[in-house]
């Protein structure tokens, strides 16, 4: 193997609100010493990110206790976890040299909202009729607003964008939810 480390952490999507897991799929150099492994956690809207000592191999799922987002009641209430853009950062020593990070957009509350939409569309498995039709296509629409969302902030490194098209794709599922806007 090469004599340097090369770090890299998987971010899948998860179903629980309330979770967020990061596991470490670093290929570390039999050469090299792995010391003081640093995961560094910034969630959206913060400019601070919370330190999370780790050993190299990690897998966990980070809670809003662990992230310094909920103070009371850990371990008995779980509290969700924001959706947006968190910056993740593994690092291992020397941490300012030897580190990956990754823009990773949380798009856990807008699936399940999509989700619950999708249960209440009783789709079957014939075609539908033409107003069910039109909503099932605003659907399609939607998910591709979301995957594009995420491929803006993990792929084309554009923040900005992603955070657009969430927050239009929630917008148009918040229309086919509630069409009154009474709700």
Request: charged share 20%.
């Amino acid at each position: 193997m090469a004599d340097k480390h090369i770090l890299s952490l998987e971010i899948p999507t998860v179903s629980n609100c309330g979770l967020l897991c990061i596991k470490d799929t670093s290929q570390y150099s039999s050469e090299l010493a792995i010391d003081c492994e640093e995961l560094q956690v910034t969630l959206p809207g913060f400019t601070v990110p919370v330190l999370i000592k780790v050993d190299s191999g990690f897998d966990m799922c980070l809670t809003a206790c662990i992230l310094a987002l909920q103070k009371t009641q850990c371990g008995t209430v779980q509290q969700d976890l924001p959706d947006g853009i968190y910056i993740i950062r593994y690092s291992v020593s020397p941490n300012a040299k030897v580190y990956v990070e990754y823009n990773h957009l949380r798009v856990t509350k807008l699936y399940k909202d999509y989700y619950e939409v999708l249960c209440q569309l009783d789709v079957q498995a014939c075609q539908p009729e033409s107003q069910k039709q039109v909503l099932l296509d605003e659907m399609g629409f939607i998910r591709i607003l979301i995957d594009a969302a995420v491929a803006n902030a993990e792929y084309c490194q554009s923040s900005a964008q992603a955070m657009q098209l969430y927050n239009y794709a929630k917008q148009r599922l918040s229309k086919i939810n509630c069409p009154t806007g009474n709700c």
